[in-house]
């Protein structure tokens, strides 16, 4: 049986993005991360395929 982890959502994700990154201030952090997902949230809209290394493909199927 597989044991099944919660989801999260963008602010979980932020959360846990902002406590492991201390190189920089938390304002800087969480500005590059709202950058990446803007990007992210960009190309999938215009319908431009997205690999993120290790991890997948974000594309949408017309």
Known sequence: ????????NKSDILK?????ETDLT????????NRFFDIL???????ISIELRNFGVFKINL
Request: aromatic share 8%; proline share 7%; no cysteine.
């Open 16 to 20: 846990t993005y902002l406590k492991s």
């Open 26 to 33: 938390p304002k800087i952090n969480e500005a590059i991360f």
């Open 1 to 8: 049986m597989r044991i099944r982890t919660p989801k999260k």
């Open 41 to 47: 949230e960009k190309n999938i809209s215009d319908h």
